[in-house]
Each structure stands twice: as structure tokens, then as C-alpha cells.
């Protein structure tokens, strides 16, 4: 069984994390620490839950004052990186917020070993117009991490944080860190620039499809960046996207010998197979997806589209065969009932089969 990324916090980690803290801190109570970490809850608590339980941990045994127990942590979280060093930039969103200079200091000192895009976002909330000084100097910074910080840290739709609605509603302010960042060297900071243009889009199509307009053709590596940032504007099938990225109407293309599964039980697969023809020369630039349109709670549906494949096609046959698993995930719950299955191409639906999930 594959190890849970929570488990990373395990008793090795908590028993190294407070040696450490205590070379660095001869006061600090290692024993309670410990004990006050390994609670009866402790295996339940998810991967977060952990790092903010830690974070509370280490606030009740370090110094009370704030700019004290940065200096402290800094030197410790050096032996750190990647998900375990979360708990540090965590403790700035757990007691930072009313000193602001030494949140930035902090900010900037523990990003560089994972991320410190999730505290971040409270400060941004509470102190904007400094933070997007703060921001805009970090793009022009020398360190890539602090140049990712700039745009990571303002994505209104940053996963498992919390949102900035301000920026939802009216992205603007955040353009010109974007704009600087475009062209960055580092692929790192130029992937989290399309992440928030992604983030945009959800909100503000327009503003996202006006920018990809200006930047299209500017260097490959900004014609990379648009793509994945247009990603679900490309999932949606939006025209003026679909143009851009050179995907034609597929006026002649054709679905042929399009099969599906007639019917499975819960937890089962199903299997479809199409071929896509065409009376040109060749199929071309094409986009290949699907959508399954699933059922849902009360008798509504949801869709969701999947890609394929993506690429000039030469012949003017192409066989397509995939599978569908119905397994139980995490992140979506299944009903039984008439599904349906579409075949997309640059956008279009061009054929649509249904098919039965039972529960039993």
C-alpha cells in the first residue's frame, strides 16, 4: 500500500524536529512538545490538519515573541525541504499576521525550501497594497522562489487555500506581476504564471483570452505557458482559444463505428472505440476528447472532459480506443443511471452514446 503523504510527519520527523529545535533553542521542552504532538487523534488528522497541529505545537513551546521565534526557526527549517518544511511557512499563518516586516522576512527566508504561497495569502487579505509592492519587487528578485512566490502567492484559486475574492472579481491588480514574469528563464516561475492565468479564467474568461491574444507568438516558451494557462478554456471549447492554437472547425471530420459499453455495475469500467475520418488529404491539427456526462445527487448531471490526444494527424483514418474506470474515488461519488459519453474534436461534439451504471 502506496505511504500517504501525511505519514512524512511521522515519529522520526517529530523526534528530529524537536532535537532540532532544542539545539537551536536550549529552553525549549522537547518532552512536552512531543507529547503534546502525539495525541489520540494524531493518526486521524489529515496532511494539513498535522501541519497546522504541529505549527500550534512548536507556538506553545517557542518564545512568545514572534520576531524571537522567527529567528529561532530560521536556522532549524534550514535541515528541511519540500512537505516537511511546511511547518514553517504554517507558522506565519499561525501567528505572523499582525507583524507584517517580519511575515515578509520569514516569507521570502522559508519559500525557498518548499513554498510560502498558503500564508501569504492572509497577508494579501488584510495588507494588499503591501503586498503588491512586496510582490511586484519579488518578480524583479534574482531568486527564482521568490519570483514563483510573486505569482503563486496571488492565484485567486490557489488549491487547498484560501481564496482571494478580490482577485476573482477583478484580476487587474495582479497583471503586471504576470506581464514581468512571462518571460522568465526559470520554467518553474514561467509554470506558475500559466497555473494563475488558469486560475483567471474560471472567473474572467476574457481578460485570460485578451492576454493570450498579446502574448501568442511572442517565443515558444510563452506559447507553452499559454496553453497550459488556457487549459480550461481549451476543456471548455472556447472558439476564440480554440482558433488561436491553430484547431480548425472540424466541418469534415466524421465519427465512425463509434461503440460504448452498453451497461456496468458500479466500480466497473467501461470501454469505447471510434474511428475519425475524413474526405481531405488528412486529418490535421486536432484536439481529441471526451465528456462524460455523469449522473448526480436528485437526478442532475454533471460533465467532465477528458483529453485524448493532441496532435497533426497525416492519415485520414485514426482508430481510438479507451477505458473508463468507475472506481470509487475520493473526489467523486457515482450514481447509477444513464450515462453518456461524447466524442470531441477541437471543441465540437461530433457524437454522443449513452450508457447504464447499477448499483447492484
Excluded at 518548499?114 to 497577508?123: K, L, M, V
Excluded at 497583471?175 to 522568465?184: G, W
Excluded at 480554440?242 to 469534415?252: A, S, V
Amino acid at each position: 500500500m502506496a505511504e500517504l503523504l501525511k505519514d512524512v510527519f511521522d515519529r522520526r520527523f517529530i523526534r528530529k524536529l524537536s532535537a532540532d529545535l532544542k539545539n537551536s533553542y536550549p529552553k525549549f521542552d522537547d518532552e512536552v512538545f512531543i507529547k503534546g504532538i502525539f495525541t489520540k487523534n494524531w493518526s486521524e488528522k489529515a496532511l494539513k490538519q498535522r501541519i497546522r497541529h504541529i505549527s500550534e505545537n512548536m507556538q506553545r513551546c517557542l518564545p512568545s515573541d514572534y520576531k524571537q521565534a522567527i529567528t529561532i526557526l530560521k536556522p532549524v527549517s534550514d535541515n528541511y525541504s519540500e512537505l516537511q518544511h511546511l511547518i514553517f511557512p504554517d507558522f506565519i499563518e499561525l501567528c505572523g499576521i499582525d507583524d507584517l516586516s517580519t511575515s515578509i522576512s520569514a516569507m521570502e527566508y522559508f519559500t525557498e525550501k518548499s513554498s510560502s504561497e498558503f500564508p501569504i495569502r492572509f497577508f494579501i487579505i488584510k495588507y494588499e497594497k503591501q503586498m503588491l509592492i512586496q510582490m511586484n519587487k519579488w518578480a524583479k528578485s534574482k531568486n527564482e522562489h521568490h519570483r514563483r512566490l510573486a505569482s503563486e502567492g496571488c492565484r485567486p484559486r490557489l488549491p487547498w487555500a484560501i481564496g482571494l475574492p478580490k482577485y476573482k472579481d477583478d484580476p487587474s491588480a495582479i497583471l503586471p506581476i504576470l506581464e514581468m514574469l512571462k518571460e522568465d528563464v526559470s520554467e518553474y516561475v514561467r509554470r506558475s504564471v500559466a497555473n494563475n492565468l488558469n486560475d483567471i479564467s474560471k472567473d474572467n474568461p476574457d481578460v485570460v483570452i485578451k492576454l493570450a491574444k498579446k502574448w501568442k507568438d511572442l517565443s515558444p516558451e510563452i506559447d507553452k505557458l499559454l496553453k497550459h494557462g488556457c487549459r480550461t478554456l481549451l476543456k471548455q471549447g472556447n472558439p476564440e482559444i480554440i482558433k488561436l492554437f491553430g484547431f480548425r472547425e472540424p466541418k469534415d471530420i466524421q465519427v465512425k463505428k463509434f461503440k460504448v459499453t452498453k451497461e456496468i455495475k458500479m466500480g466497473e469500467e467501461i470501454e469505447f472505440s471510434f474511428t475519425l475520418n475524413t474526405d481531405k488529404k488528412k486529418l490535421g491539427l486536432l484536439r481529441i476528447e471526451y465528456i462524460i456526462e455523469f449522473v448526480r445527487q436528485n437526478n442532475k448531471t454533471g460533465k467532465k472532459v477528458f483529453k485524448i490526444s493532441e496532435g497533426e494527424y497525416a492519415e485520414t483514418k485514426r482508430n481510438i480506443a479507451k477505458k473508463h474506470s468507475f472506481k470509487p474515488i475520493t473526489t467523486r461519488k457515482y450514481y447509477e443511471g444513464i450515462h453518456r459519453v461524447s466524442v470531441v474534436v477541437n471543441g465540437i461534439v461530433l457524437s454522443t452514446k449513452r450508457f447504464i451504471i447499477n448499483d447492484k
